[in-house]
């Protein structure tokens, strides 16, 4: 019913920029908790950036002071405003929601979220 769609991703040099676009659709709730989530082959699913019904935002350690995350519920649309980007940040990037508002401790805990994006990949290199 709530249907996620990622775009944006691509191939960035270290120390650039981009940004991520989530189109959501079909959703029957006022309010979700959306949220970007990335996995890099091998390793677990990471919280990267939340962004709450209630307005509340959560980043995740690696990426706190980099990345920007937005919301803007007339177009439905969630954004991702990577900076400064480095390899580790190479990985496929998937936006996430569930109905909200969640709490603090649940928003970078993947398995709290209900509907997911198909992905989109960021490689980082030079």
């Known amino acids: 019913q709530v249907h996620l769609v990622e775009s944006g991703g691509g191939s960035v040099q270290p120390g650039g920029s981009l940004r991520l676009s989530c189109a959501v659709s079909g959703y029957t709730r006022r309010t979700l908790c959306m949220a970007w989530f990335r996995q890099a082959p091998g390793k677990e699913r990471e919280g990267v950036a939340v962004?709450?019904?209630?307005?509340?935002?959560s980043y995740g350690d690696s990426v706190a002071g980099r990345f920007n995350v937005s919301r803007d519920n007339t177009k439905s649309i969630l954004y991702l405003e990577m900076h400064s980007l480095k390899p580790e940040d190479t990985a496929m990037y998937y936006c996430?929601?569930?109905?909200?508002?969640?709490?603090?401790?649940?928003?970078?805990?993947?398995?709290?979220?209900?509907?997911w994006g198909q992905g989109t990949q960021v490689t980082v290199s030079s």
């Open positions: 962004f709450d019904s209630d307005g509340t935002i």
């Open positions: 996430a929601a569930l109905p909200g508002p969640a709490s603090i401790q649940a928003h970078l805990r993947a398995s709290e979220y209900k509907f």
